[in-house]
C-alpha cells in the first residue's frame, strides 16, 4: 500500500527535494542526473506493476521444482522467471515509455544540447519563438515514436499475455 502511496504523488511535486539532491551530488548540467531521478518513478511503478503478476503465479511449481532437485536459485531461474516473462517485459515496455517520454525532469536538470533526452530536446531546439522547423520537427517526432511502436510490435503477443496474467486474480 505504501509503494502505491508512493506512486500516487504528482512527479512535480517531487521535483524541489530532486533539485537538492541533484546540487548536492553536483550533478546539475550532467546527463547523469537522470540516473539518480529516473528511479524515482519507475521503482514504485515497476513494483505495483508487478505485483499484479507476482500474485497470480502458482507458488506450487517453485516447490514441485525444489522437490525435484533444484536449488532456489536453481528454481526461480528456470521455472519462476521463465513464467513471469510477459509481466518482466510488461514492465520493461512500460518503464522505457516512461523514461523515453518524461519532459519534466529532463527539462530541469539537464541544459547542454548535447545531453538532452530526444523530447525536450525536440521542443527547445526546434521551436525558436514562433518560429517552427517543421520538417526536422516531424522527423524528430517519428524518430521518438518509431523506438516505441517498435517494441511494442515486437513484443505484443507477449505484451498482452502479461497484461491478462496480472489481472486474474486467483
Not at 3 to 24: K, R
Not at 29 to 36: C, E, Y
Not at 112 to 129: A, Y
Amino acid at each position: 500500500m505504501m509503494i502505491f502511496l508512493v506512486y500516487m504523488v504528482p512527479p512535480t511535486l517531487l521535483f524541489i527535494p530532486m533539485t537538492g539532491i541533484i546540487a548536492d551530488l553536483g550533478l546539475q548540467n550532467n546527463k547523469f542526473a537522470m540516473v539518480v531521478v529516473y528511479p524515482t518513478f519507475t521503482i514504485p511503478f515497476c513494483t505495483w506493476l508487478l505485483m499484479g503478476f507476482l500474485r497470480s503465479f502458482p507458488w506450487e511449481i517453485e516447490e514441485q521444482a525444489l522437490i525435484d532437485g533444484y536449488t532456489r536459485l536453481q528454481a526461480i531461474w528456470k521455472t519462476v522467471i521463465p513464467i513471469l516473462m510477459p509481466g518482466i517485459l510488461t514492465v520493461i515496455i512500460f518503464t522505457f515509455t516512461l523514461c523515453m517520454h518524461e519532459f519534466v525532469y529532463s527539462l530541469a536538470f539537464v541544459q547542454s544540447s548535447s545531453d538532452k533526452t530526444i523530447s525536450v530536446g525536440v521542443f527547445t531546439e526546434l521551436i525558436r519563438g514562433d518560429a517552427y522547423f517543421w520538417q526536422a520537427l516531424m522527423a524528430a517526432t517519428a524518430v521518438i515514436a518509431f523506438p516505441v511502436a517498435f517494441i511494442y510490435n515486437l513484443f505484443l503477443d507477449r505484451f498482452v499475455k502479461g497484461f491478462t496474467m496480472g489481472a486474474v486474480k486467483g
